[in-house]
């Protein structure tokens, strides 16, 4: 046992260090400090600079572009880009759509749409979630039916984030009504740009619009835009999960939060001194770094198994719920640092105190950051999997 | 970075496993010596052949998880320090080690006083101090080597928690070789508060085990009782937990080495996150139980008792939290 990152390892660190210190431009990650929204350009031009690097798809192997990382570079990656407050690489296509079509894509799907994704081409997006499928996803009711060499889709997607600057969607649509209801499931790449796609924007809690609602109407699929086999797309959808879930732990976010926590403390006065002095304060914000502590390390165990080759099982699922449980945490903390001043209107914008800024980003953090139990499978879904993994083992 | 055993440790593992099915009781302990496992835990200058992190971690992960009650941590805190002291114990020499005190949660020095090079007051739960070829004791900010038989001492022997024989230690006036200050001995205590997590990390898995296994088999309102949410979302959450003792005892073995400052973060992080997990079993593991849960009879029981103990040994979760928060060092 050696926990110890090898010298190519740090080596790599250091050249993630140096390419996020020439490439982020420090006014970019002022708002992603802040938890400003970013403009669709400010994004973008993320994307691009990673991407003459080499490195916006650290998760794809070399053949289809990718930097073909292992996980422990993704890993030292993720950190490394969430302290220097760069902005997350959009997960739609790089790490979500990406890995499903070069495990169940045909040859011309992967030749037509893998490129476009690293090139900027094309923004995707996720149309999972319904109104009445939520955590029962396979309860979902948007119907795709054959129409010669055509799908007709007609139904409605919501929860789909950032969906606003999407020209893309891939979505699950029921193809068959018999049998169970995982099985008449199917994998559709649709246009945005069709007619009768409309999207409408969700207002929440924080003020941002960062999720929407998606409408089809008859909207019309090229069959060609079908992944893999008809009535298949719950064995690709659950791959799909599994790849969202390995960042899921959210380590890098949460060593950023607590950067920020500590730096808050020292600079909050209570009885005095710093409230970072506080014991009551002190205790908490140790109890938390000491879970994080430890949740790292359960996050690279769980990377190293992932390098040896064995698939994320319930691991994932542990990860999910800890790691969402601690920046939940963090932000508690956070929000209770800035006292009064925390319960400045995050949707006010500038209209707020002029030093309140930080304040009020903590307020919509703490907001923002209520979907983190919530998505990708909720907390107790997961802990649902876990016991019945548990149950059968 | 690799989270591996290496061929050595397989092995080491491999044979622990063996000895553990194959021999209880008054045979298990020789068993243990001739398979060298007590001279597995110190390194070759402290007369051993390992002493790593990962090595001590494995050692009493198997233990605990075997529920083996002998003095083997006590021996290798003491049978360290003293090396490190150039005071070499004999080989296979058993010692103890006489750290907790009556009249304070875990300060040191509150029931024992030092005159010179004498030593007056008492010392408590000093497990395997009957039979001790030596003892090593501490006071508020020094570690003593004392010899049982010197004038003045008093051993006064009772079974405790964990299955383990103990002994107030009572000194009047008893001669005793100071050997340093405790700052200076941080890593042989941080090896004992590593190897007291380790031991509490197996009895911590094998009482989630036992839990999960009746909560598959136990049937009430015709279905088995991993069926219900209530109790199948909080063995979930008991996995989580486990699995973050796991990585905290990974932490402090993998740092015994590194510098003071860091390494003692992570024996305090370990102690909060051992502590904090081996509690939550304890309680959880017979909440889902049930009333069988609090008989003697049953095998839970035992891991129970070594949970309790183990939360503090070589001081508590809020102990090692406050020094944590405060920057402090974890032995001074």
């Not at chain 2, 085990?209 to 909560?215: G, H, K, R, S």
């Amino acid at each position: 046992m050696d926990m110890r990152f090898t010298p190519d390892e740090l080596a790599f660190r250091d050249e993630v260090r140096a390419f996020l210190k020439a490439e982020l431009d420090p006014a970019l990650a002022r708002k992603v400090r802040l938890h400003h929204e970013l403009t669709k350009a400010e994004m973008e031009g993320w994307h691009a600079k990673l991407q003459a690097k080499g490195w916006l798809a650290g998760n794809w192997p070399t053949e289809f572009g990718g930097a073909g990382w292992t996980p422990i570079q993704r890993h030292i990656f993720e950190e490394e880009s969430a302290r220097a407050h760069a902005p997350r690489i959009v997960p739609f296509g790089i790490a979500m759509l990406g890995p499903v079509l070069q495990k169940f894509g045909s040859k011309d799907q992967q030749d037509h749409w893998l490129p476009r994704i690293l090139n900027g081409d094309d923004w995707w997006c996720q149309g999972y979630s319904e109104p009445g499928a939520g955590s029962d996803l396979a309860g979902l009711r948007c119907a795709a039916l054959r129409d010669g060499d055509h799908y007709v889709v007609t139904g409605q997607k919501t929860w789909t984030t950032l969906g606003q600057h999407a020209n893309m969607i891939f979505c699950l649509v029921r193809t068959s009504t018999e049998g169970k209801k995982q099985e008449g499931i199917s994998f559709l790449l649709i246009d945005m740009d069709s007619p009768g796609v409309t999207v409408r924007p969700i207002v929440l809690l924080d003020g941002t619009a960062e999720v929407n609602e998606v409408w089809f109407d008859e909207v019309r699929v090229p069959v060609a835009n079908l992944v893999g086999e008809e009535n298949q797309g719950w064995t690709y959808a659950k791959y799909l999960l599994t790849h969202e879930r390995t960042n899921i732990a959210g380590v890098g976010f949460a060593t950023a939060a607590l950067d920020n926590l500590q730096r808050v403390a020292r600079a909050q006065v209570h009885r005095g001194q710093p409230l970072s002095q506080d014991p009551l304060f002190a205790a908490q914000l140790a109890e938390v770094e000491i879970e994080l502590m430890a949740m790292s390390t359960t996050n690279l165990r769980m990377l190293s198994l992932a390098a040896q080759g064995q698939a994320p099982g319930i691991e994932s699922s542990m990860l999910k719920i800890k790691g969402t449980q601690i920046r939940q945490r963090l932000d508690v903390l956070t929000r209770r640092a800035y006292g009064g001043q925390a319960s400045a209107l995050p949707t006010l914008g500038n209209e707020g105190p002029d030093d309140a800024e930080e304040a009020l980003s903590a307020t919509a953090t703490w907001l923002n950051n209520r979907k983190l139990s919530i998505y990708g499978g909720s907390n107790e879904i997961q802990r649902s999997i876990i016991a019945g993994a548990l149950a059968k083992g | 970075m690799d989270f591996q055993l290496s061929d050595d440790h397989r092995m080491l593992q491999d044979s622990l496993r063996g000895i553990l099915t194959r021999h209880t009781g008054e045979a298990l302990w020789p068993a243990l010596v001739e398979a060298g496992m007590p001279a597995a835990l110190l390194t070759e200058d402290e007369g051993g052949f390992d002493g790593s992190g990962a090595a001590i971690a494995l050692i009493f992960q198997e233990l605990g998880r075997a529920g083996v009650a002998l003095p083997l941590i006590p021996a290798m805190i003491a049978a360290a320090a003293f090396a490190q002291a150039g005071q070499h114990a004999e080989d296979g020499a058993a010692l103890a080690f006489a750290d907790a005190e009556p009249g304070t949660r875990h300060d040191r020095g509150v029931a024992i006083s030092v005159q010179g090079d004498r030593l007056t007051g008492r010392k408590t739960m000093v497990a395997g101090a009957e039979g001790a070829a030596a003892i090593l004791v501490t006071t508020a900010d020094a570690l003593w080597r004392l010899a049982p038989d010197a004038p003045g001492v008093t051993i006064r022997p009772y079974p405790m928690l964990d299955g383990q024989r103990g002994a107030d230690l009572i000194l009047e006036d008893a001669p005793a070789t100071r050997l340093g200050a405790i700052a200076d001995f941080g890593g042989p205590l941080a090896r004992g508060v590593l190897a007291h997590s380790a031991t509490a990390l197996g009895a911590i898995t094998a009482a989630v085990d036992l839990t999960l296994d009746y909560l598959k088999q136990r049937r009430q309102f015709g279905q088995p009782l991993i069926a219900f949410q209530a109790l199948a979302h909080r063995m979930a959450d008991l996995a989580v937990e486990v699995e973050q003792a796991r990585s905290a005892v990974t932490n402090l073995s993998g740092h015994l080495d590194a510098d003071p400052a860091l390494r003692d973060r992570h024996v305090q992080a370990c102690k909060v996150t051992v502590g904090r997990v081996a509690r939550l079993v304890a309680e959880d593991a017979v909440q889902l139980h049930g009333g069988i849960g609090m008989t003697e009879e049953y095998a839970l029981g035992g891991m129970i008792r070594r949970l309790l103990a183990a939360e503090t040994a070589m001081g508590d979760a809020d102990w090692h939290l406050e020094r944590f928060a405060r920057g402090e060092p974890a032995f001074a």
